[in-house]
């Protein structure tokens, strides 16, 4: 099963010279933890709450400062024609709890998140042991 029939989202982006306080703003906004930084539709940086957290509180970072001076870059990115295996090996190998999701020539398609993964993997296990319960019940 492909990540694009199942788990992407539309992503929130914004341009690498965009504010941190606007960054922050899109994020209450939209209620989301993560937003990608793109340019021509590629992902080319992506940050987060934390990131954003530990820039302004330690770093010295000034909401005015552009996100480039603070995303992940690059990006760490997965193809939407890729499995589900693929992505949660690669969050545990990057050990990260998001990763954009790009088409065949790179472009931004969505986001996949670990908790995505697990409200899949959840559901996947309900539907299980409801297969097995109804093989062992008792007539």
């Known amino acids: 099963m492909s990540l694009g029939a199942v788990l992407v989202r539309r ?5 690498p ?30 940050i987060t709450d934390r990131d954003l957290a530990l820039a302004i509180c330690l770093h010295g970072a000034t909401p005015r400062d552009p996100v480039q001076k603070r995303m992940m870059s690059p990006a760490d990115t997965i193809r939407e ?44 296990l309900r539907n299980l042991a409801e297969g097995v319960r109804a093989e062992v019940a008792v007539p």
């Open 11 to 15: 992503p929130v982006t914004v341009g």
């Open 17 to 46: 010279e965009e504010s941190l306080s606007k960054v922050a703003r899109l994020m209450e906004q939209e209620n989301v933890g993560a937003i990608v930084v793109v340019q021509q539709h590629r992902p080319v940086g992506i």
């Open 81 to 124: 024609d890729q499995g589900i295996y693929e992505a949660t090996q690669k969050l545990m190998e990057l050990a990260v709890r998001r990763l954009p999701v790009v088409d065949e020539e790179g472009q931004l398609v969505g986001i996949v998140s670990l908790d995505d993964l697990l409200a899949l993997l959840s559901r996947e």
